[in-house]
């Protein structure tokens, strides 16, 4: 009883206290059955999932946005066309036509264009920062989701053996009853020791639907698509050190490159700001036609036709301190960005601690795991020569059969620890060493 009152506790800790959903029942069809590796669902999941999507899109904006900064580097071309006519003012009805061209170049604009195509170009950086720092942050939600899977589907197979053996001891009970060896007592508790192991084969058959829901929804695949992962767990000790951990986010995480191009980008903000008190000078040629009424008593036209070339200087004196109060903005942006890069740089100090010690945790688990799955194995091939010696009946057996296969699932929860953590720690440092 303290074994499965174990399990009952076991199914907590893994999958947490929230609200369970229906579990699958006999006769539920799913449209498809797909087998996946860890590094297919990271390829799907990378092409196909919103969020990556959207930070994307962002990047194809600043784009677009870089190309309409640099249009202010080229001339402008401009053409007006107007018709006219007049009746019940002159003797005769008239009509008359205008057309304007005019082409326009700026030839110094205080650095507004040259600084707005800089700050653009850095925002694209920092647009491409966070798309890297999308798809970091989604391959490790999709390894969380695709090892839960797997376990879930380990730990669907062991309540499977456990609700098998659990029945064999009411079976066993039953019989003893009628030998008179057992009270009735001991066939309720066994009852309700099977109604536990049921209720928790349910759960953790709710609990694998789940987990299967979320990566579908991680990778943006159909709902009822079933995922079967193929990747096993697996672990490969290597020595690990904060150190080079926190070097290596220093210089790999995303985050970092998108302060430092919002810092670019700021400083150029300021400049674009600071131009709105500088001259603008831009050259211009204008062609004009007209055609107008050489008489009002007779309907007869000419037209009259003109360029003008021209050389313009404007220069704001005075325009109520906007341009200082816009510039002063623009400064307090730079350094509230400053400043959000001095508590970042914090900020991953402690993620890269906490990865690095849960790591080692895990690590540590492990070894203490693979311990008690060579303990339980042997005991189960003691267990095996017994039965074949007549000294232990199937049940005994069977018994320790369980035992060896809950030390080999808390070795896989072990595993699953360690590859949650490693990935964990790589996401910290702003790089997986292996996809």
């Given at each position: 009883m303290k074994c499965r009152f174990w399990l009952v506790i076991f199914i907590t800790l893994i999958f947490g206290t929230g609200y369970i959903p229906d579990s699958g029942k006999p006769g539920l069809v799913y449209a498809e059955e797909i087998t996946l590796t860890f590094n297919e669902a990271v390829a799907i999941g990378l092409r196909d999932n919103r969020d990556i999507l959207l930070k994307a899109q962002d990047v194809e904006k600043a784009k677009s946005l870089i190309a309409?900064?640099?249009?202010?580097?080229?001339?402008?071309?401009?053409?007006?066309?107007?018709?006219?006519?007049?009746?019940?003012?002159?003797?005769?009805?008239?009509?008359?036509?205008?057309?304007q061209v005019t082409l326009k170049q700026y030839i110094y604009r205080g650095g507004k264009v040259i600084n707005n195509i800089k700050y653009n170009?850095?925002?694209?950086?920092?647009?491409?920062?966070?798309?890297?720092?999308?798809?970091?942050?989604?391959?490790?939600?999709?390894?969380?989701?695709?090892?839960?899977?797997?376990?879930?589907?380990?730990?669907?197979d062991l309540n499977k053996q456990i609700l098998e053996n659990s029945r064999q001891h009411l079976d066993y009970i039953k019989a003893r009853y009628k030998n008179g060896e057992s009270s009735e007592s001991d066939i309720?508790?066994?009852?309700?020791?099977?109604?536990?192991?049921?209720?928790?084969?349910?759960?953790?058959?709710?609990?694998?639907?789940?987990?299967?829901?979320?990566?579908?929804?991680?990778?943006?695949?159909?709902?009822?698509?079933?995922?079967v992962p193929s990747t096993e767990f697996k672990f490969t000790p290597k020595d690990i050190a904060f150190d080079q951990g926190f070097l290596k986010a220093m210089q790999a995480r995303p985050e970092i490159k998108q302060f430092e191009s919002q810092l670019k980008a700021d400083k150029s903000a300021i400049e674009v700001q600071r131009a709105g008190n500088r001259p603008e000078i831009y050259a211009s040629w204008d062609y004009y036609g007209r055609s107008h009424a050489i008489t009002t008593t007779v309907n007869t036209k000419n037209w009259n036709d003109y360029n003008v070339v021209g050389l313009t200087v404007s220069w704001p004196v005075f325009d109520g301190w906007q341009t200082k109060a816009k510039v002063q903005q623009a400064i307090i942006d730079l350094k509230q960005t400053?400043?959000?890069?001095?508590?970042?740089?914090?900020?991953?100090?402690?993620?890269?601690?906490?990865?690095?010690l849960a790591l080692r945790n895990s690590i540590d688990q492990i070894k203490s795991s693979q311990a008690d799955v060579l303990f339980y194995k042997n005991n189960l091939a003691t267990a095996e020569e017994k039965y074949a010696q007549g000294l232990v009946s199937s049940l005994g057996r069977n018994d320790a059969q369980l035992k060896y296969a809950v030390s080999v699932f808390n070795q896989q929860q072990a595993t699953y620890d360690y590859t949650i953590a490693k990935y964990n720690f790589d996401k910290a440092t702003g790089g997986f060493n292996e996809i």
């Open positions: 309409q900064a640099q249009a202010g580097l080229f001339p402008t071309l401009d053409y007006t066309g107007s018709w006219f006519y007049t009746s019940g003012l002159y003797t005769k009805d008239l009509g008359q036509s205008t057309s170009g850095y925002k694209l950086e920092v647009a491409e920062s966070l798309l890297d720092k999308a798809k970091l942050e989604k391959i490790f939600d999709f390894s969380q989701a695709y090892y839960t899977l797997l376990l879930a589907s380990f730990y669907v309720l508790q066994a009852q309700a020791s099977l109604s536990s192991v049921e209720q928790a084969y349910e759960a953790s058959c709710s609990q694998q639907e789940s987990a299967r829901a979320l990566l579908n929804n991680l990778l943006s695949l159909d709902k009822d698509i079933v995922i400053e400043l959000g890069k001095a508590k970042l740089i914090q900020d991953i100090a402690l993620e890269v601690k906490n990865a690095y």
